[in-house]
């Protein structure tokens, strides 16, 4: 259940484009039973850690729980994007981008197994690197019959995603 948090992203409409920056961002659900929130601080160039991140057809190269990723629309990630994962047993995710700002933000959802979730990712850059922060809300039938554990797992899951993407941005050639 660990990686449920990665999996498990809610259909929202899109907004936030490159071409509409009039737009409202999309942000978690605050009133969700389930939010977790992390950051990291990755040595590396941020077009490096941005390419990394949203290079989802390589997500199973450097993050140990995700089996399988296939786009499912051509070229770069945009708003309306999707891609078909499986992680952890969760075979047939569909996830879709429904926010981004290339270099800064990205925002994607689906639903998985009755959970709802928004999950965001920001990238802001630092002296010596970028700093990576995500947050991510979980609702539903599953979420708040056991809250508790389920707070646990979006905890584990976003910190050991974004550890596995510190490594592998500051791996050496």
């Given at each position: ?56 057809e390589q997500w199973p190269a450097w993050q140990p729980a995700v089996h399988s990723s296939v786009k499912q ?9 999707s891609w078909l994962w499986s992680t952890d047993g969760l075979d047939g995710i569909t996830s879709t981008v ?76």
């Amino acid at each position: 259940m660990l990686t449920l948090a990665t999996a498990a992203l809610t259909a929202l409409p899109l907004a936030l484009g490159p071409g509409n920056p009039d737009r409202e961002p999309v942000e978690i659900d605050r009133n969700a039973p389930v939010i977790s929130r992390d950051d990291i601080v990755i040595h590396a160039p941020l077009n490096h850690v941005w390419r990394i991140q949203t290079d989802v057809e390589q997500w199973p190269a450097w993050q140990p729980a995700v089996h399988s990723s296939v786009k499912q629309t051509p070229g770069p990630l945009r708003p309306g994007s999707s891609w078909l994962w499986s992680t952890d047993g969760l075979d047939g995710i569909t996830s879709t981008v429904k926010q981004i700002e290339p270099g800064r933000r990205i925002v994607w959802g689906g639903p998985a197994q009755g959970i709802t979730a928004v999950h965001m990712w920001t990238f802001t850059p630092t002296e010596d690197g970028v700093k990576v922060h995500t947050e991510e809300s979980w609702t539903g039938d599953p979420v708040t019959a056991d809250t508790a554990v389920l707070q646990q797992a979006l905890d584990a899951s976003l910190d050991h995603w974004l550890h596995n993407l510190k490594q592998r941005a500051e791996r050496r050639p």
